[in-house]
């Protein structure tokens, strides 16, 4: 029996479950809520008809109820929000910069060092508070839900950029599939530590969490544990002991840029959590040493930004495209980093 179990996260494990089974060939005709029930540990049969009801699970790309009889070889994929903890949601008047917005979702272009969900102590001041108090009148939101904005992804609290919302459950659904299946794109810029030996390239290894430290995640050899991904990078600018990086994703987990460029020898620039907070490339002088605490001030963080996000709209079906510029500071420490590259070019570096 070909069975493929994938609960993904990066941005969305604590927001959804994703399943995905094949029907094994030899499959007697049977409900799908029982089906489903039986393959997916600690699942109530009527959690996963309420499931079916509102239209979460699908067989060969088409929504079925409870009572359909699962055939060999249907493939079923299962989009569903995690139960609920019951932690209400308190509405806050947090501005948001909002870059498009519709009946269906909004785009947002989030700042560095804004908390995207409620959880580990932030439970005020998070995007979602703000949300919350955005889409007060929105019947489809409830405050007693942690994930009331109806989140599809998230990113980091200290990484910038865009982030897709949606305001019904229809467009919830459609955009979830399109995560789960890997049809969104999502480009991000990095500034790593280093260089590498080729100008673009992929890396591909499953992404666990560290047994050592469970704040952070680790690339696994073992293919039985953590989840498939994979980072397509390409280098568009030498700085020197630095460089700025494109990164595509084809899959998305918690931390995955982090981690792969940590895992190829290249922590992104001040990220505490995996080591490049200090000086791993460049010069032995104190004038250096200078420099690297100025950057380090400037931009007090990791270095990303989600710079791209695109997907098909779930009620148009057009093609929709976000792009939106890095913060000014990140601009301003790309600026000190050319200069410093030019000076010691022409031999007044250090």
């Not at 460029?261 to 995996?274: I, K, S």
Request: net charge negative; aromatic share 10%; charged share 25%.
């Amino acid at each position: 029996m070909h069975d493929e179990h994938e609960l993904t996260n990066d941005e969305q494990s604590e927001l959804y479950e994703h399943y995905a089974f094949v029907v094994d060939k030899g499959q007697s005709p049977v409900r799908i809520d029982k089906y489903v029930t039986d393959k997916i540990e600690g699942a109530s049969r009527n959690r996963i008809q309420n499931a079916a009801d509102a239209g979460w699970i699908l067989v060969n790309n088409i929504a079925k109820k409870s009572n359909y009889k699962v055939k060999p070889f249907d493939r079923i994929s299962i989009v569903m929000p995690f139960e609920r903890r019951g932690v209400e949601i308190l509405p806050e008047n947090i501005p948001l910069d909002i870059i498009y917005e519709d009946n269906d979702l909004l785009v947002i272009n989030k700042l560095s060092g804004m908390v995207v969900h409620p959880g580990h102590g932030n439970y005020s001041g998070t995007m979602v508070n703000a949300l919350a108090y955005h889409l007060r009148d929105n019947e489809n939101i409830d405050l007693e839900d942690e994930r009331a904005g109806l989140l599809v992804h998230r990113i980091d609290k200290d990484t910038s950029g865009i982030i897709v919302v949606a305001k019904n459950l229809e467009t919830l659904k459609d955009l979830a599939q399109q995560f789960f299946n890997h049809t969104v794109e999502r480009l991000y810029y990095a500034l790593i530590w280093g260089q590498f030996n080729q100008s673009e390239g992929t890396i591909t290894g499953n992404i666990a969490r560290s047994t050592k430290d469970r704040l952070r995640f680790q690339v696994v050899d073992d293919e039985n544990i953590g989840k498939h991904a994979v980072t397509h990078y390409k280098v568009v600018e030498d700085l020197g002991y630095v460089s700025l990086v494109q990164c595509k994703l084809e899959t998305g987990r918690t931390h995955q840029i982090r981690v792969h460029m940590t895992h190829t020898g290249h922590p992104l620039f001040n990220d505490e959590r995996y080591g490049g907070n200090k000086i791993l490339r460049g010069t032995t002088f104190t004038k250096y040493k200078q420099f690297i605490d100025n950057c380090f001030e400037l931009v007090p963080h990791h270095f990303l930004h989600a710079a791209v996000l695109g997907f098909i709209h779930p009620r148009t079906k057009k093609q929709m495209h976000f792009e939106v510029d890095m913060p000014e500071n990140m601009k301003m420490l790309l600026e000190k980093w050319r200069r410093y590259v030019g000076d010691r070019e022409v031999g007044k570096g250090f």
